[in-house]
């Protein structure tokens, strides 16, 4: 079914740039560590953010066109000349190799490096559950509680392991890897679930993390992507069902379509 090599580019057939592009839902969720990989290394891209009209945009127009390169097809994906990527941990793998983040490991630690994007997941499925309603956090007025007795166990549980496994100050050593920015994000809408909800984020009792958390916010390498609205303005869940966008009630948007291109040192 997959139709694999580099066939052309499905979206853009007459794509002068040769940028790869990143589609993933206008709000922060399993986009945002591409999108700071992306940043990280100043790769030009075109970015997809699929906004209020998604259900056109997307599901009827552009994964349509996706799944005949790939049956898997889903947000995020990648699309890199003819080669259709999903699933977010693959993507963030893809990156890695590609954007050379992940150049240089081992066996050993591209194993570790993949412990570490699958732990991050567990934490991320947990998390789903308590800020939409898709589970058992029916209503908003659930929500609160959902989040203090997410932390006190979910929480805990997964930084603790996180913790264990992390040498410092990243995940498999003195670079920042793939997992390294897949946990990134989930540490950071932690920590301002934490802040919002004045519940105890857990890096109190976990400093490896932390230090990883502070030390990749202050990388001169991530500043424009900090100070991108992808970071600073989008809502961390979509913001049509989310019980926590991280920006209060907030209009979403239509989908944006843009190519960046860094400027080059
Ligand atoms: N396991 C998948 C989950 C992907 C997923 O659930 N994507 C959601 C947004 S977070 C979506 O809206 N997908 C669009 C679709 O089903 O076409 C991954 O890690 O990429």
Redesign the pocket.
Known sequence: MAAYGNTGDPLRPDNPTRHPTLGY?KIR??GAPLRMMLYAKKQNFRHVAYGTDCNQK??KED?ELLKKKNSC????YLVDGGLVV????T?ALYLGRRLGIDDGMSGTYQTYNHTVLDQT?DLRNDLMKVVYPFGSTKTKADFEAAAKKHFERNVKTHFTKLEGFCIGPFMTGVKPRSGDFVLWEMLDQHIILARALDLDDWLGECPKLATLHSTMRALPELADYFAAPCYAEWSHNSPAYTHFTGHGDMDQGGTVEEDLVFPRE
């Open positions: 839902h969720g399993l997307w599901f994964k097809a889903n947000l995020p999903s699933q977010s941990n993507c997941y």
